[in-house]
Structure formats: C-alpha cells, structure tokens
C-alpha cells in the first residue's frame, strides 16, 4: 500500500475529520482544545466538503471568540466564507467597540 503524504495538514484535526467521518461523532471541545485546532479542523472539512462537519464547527468556533482572535477569525471566517461566523464576528466586535466607546476614564 501506498502512503499519501499531508505535508500541510495538522495532524490532530486530520484526526479528527476521520473520527468524525467513522462514527458522526466530534469531540473537539474542550480546554485541552484550543481554537486552532476547531479552525485547522474546519479548513479539512472545507476543503474535503464535510458539510455536516463544517456546519458544527463553524457553530463551534462562533462560541470561541474573543478580543484577541475577533480580527483573525473575521479574515479566516470570509477567506473560507461562512456566514454563521462572518456574522457572529461582526456582532461580537460591535459590541465591544460599542463597550469601549461607552466607557470613561
């Protein structure tokens, strides 16, 4: 047999992608988890169009958003287009321009 290198693929999210392939069953939440890999996990099922897949972890990784990745994830969320991100992205940071815009010092 035959192996086929995945030289630009994490590793663990490939995991992933196949656990969830055989048994429909994605446990990727988590602290030991972080948000690079539900965003390296998402791009495979993307790109191998897991659409099932893609939908859970886009919802997954709306919930992981912060301060600190709000400009990283809106880039990664429209260079792969999804909306369920794009517009949680756009929501989360108004509300914390709106905080900051409203706050004295």
Do not use: R
């Amino acid at each position: 047999m035959k192996e086929v290198p995945l030289q630009t693929v994490n590793p663990e999210a490939f995991t992933v992608v196949l656990k969830y392939l055989y048994t429909k069953n994605l446990n990727i939440v988590g602290p030991n988890n972080p948000v690079e890999l539900l965003i390296d996990t998402l791009s495979l099922a993307h790109e191998y169009s897991v659409e099932p897949l893609k939908c859970k972890l886009e919802y997954l990784v709306s919930l992981q958003i912060t301060v600190e990745n709000v400009c990283s994830l809106l880039v990664f969320a429209h260079s792969y287009q999804l909306p369920t991100v794009t517009s949680t992205v756009f929501h989360c940071a108004f509300l914390v321009t709106s905080q900051f815009l409203t706050t004295t010092t």
